[in-house]
């Protein structure tokens, strides 16, 4: 992910949900081993690299996203017959985070305002069928 400079405050929300669903694969492509495999099997390299396709996040976003990698293990799940499910964050662990708990209480309910957005998109990925 790459910092891009501040936009309007119409689609904010919409910006961090698409961190998310980009975070969780969703609309980025997997990654291309192909010439480290060329290379383990001692056969020429592929002439076409992908390369990863970059997705720009506000500065004003930042710290959010910051914080949101730092759960990136944090997650509940749900495991059943028909599979497992991501249902969330486990939110013991954001309050508990030190970015989150350094914060004063305003910064703290904007921050979990913004988490929540990345959250719902990565939600959207990772439980996409």
């Given at each position: 992910?790459?910092?891009?400079?501040?936009?309007?405050?119409?689609?904010?929300?919409k910006?961090?949900?698409?961190?998310?669903?980009?975070?969780?694969g969703?609309?980025?492509?997997?990654?291309?081993?192909r010439?480290?495999?060329?290379?383990?099997?001692?056969?020429?390299?592929?002439?076409?690299p992908?390369?990863?396709?970059?997705?720009?996040?506000?500065?004003?976003?930042?710290?959010a996203?910051?914080?949101?990698?730092?759960?990136?293990?944090?997650?509940?799940?749900?495991?059943?017959?028909?599979?497992?499910?991501?249902?969330?964050?486990?939110?013991?662990?954001?309050?508990?985070?030190?970015?989150y708990?350094?914060?004063?209480p305003?910064?703290?309910?904007?921050?979990l305002?913004?988490?929540?957005?990345?959250?719902?998109?990565?939600?959207?990925?990772?439980?996409?069928?």
């Amino acid at each position: 992910m790459v910092r891009g400079s501040a936009g309007s405050r119409q689609g904010r929300r919409k910006k961090l949900s698409d961190a998310g669903r980009w975070w969780a694969g969703a609309g980025r492509q997997v990654e291309d081993a192909r010439a480290e495999d060329a290379k383990a099997l001692g056969i020429a390299p592929p002439e076409d690299p992908q390369e990863p396709e970059p997705f720009a996040v506000w500065s004003e976003h930042w710290p959010a996203l910051e914080l949101f990698l730092g759960l990136r293990t944090q997650w509940r799940i749900v495991a059943g017959m028909a599979g497992a499910r991501y249902q969330g964050l486990d939110y013991s662990a954001v309050y508990g985070h030190p970015r989150y708990a350094r914060l004063e209480p305003g910064e703290q309910a904007e921050r979990l305002e913004q988490l929540q957005q990345i959250e719902i998109g990565a939600l959207e990925g990772l439980n996409a069928e």
